[in-house]
């Protein structure tokens, strides 16, 4: 499905965050990304999602040893 800019800002200025809007419109995350900011540049004014958390690698990591460390069989 082609989404028109009008439906784009809708759908992105409704929704709670990037993915709903990748959802909403049947686009790639990155797409979506990338078309925001290119409406920005444009003089949109589109509002800004906060940043998906940073992933902790340590926890994972030790999460990944406590679990091997019981056979995980």
């Not at 049947?26 to 999602?49: E, P, T």
């Amino acid at each position: 499905m082609k989404v028109s800019p009008k439906q784009f800002i809708e759908v992105w200025q409704r929704a709670k965050s990037l993915e709903e809007v990748a959802k909403r419109t049947g686009m790639l995350l990155s797409a979506c990304s990338a078309r925001a900011s290119h409406y920005r540049l444009k003089g949109v004014n589109l509002k800004r999602f906060s940043r998906r958390p940073t992933t902790d690698w340590e926890k994972l990591a030790a999460l990944a040893d406590s679990l091997s460390e019981g056979g995980g069989e």
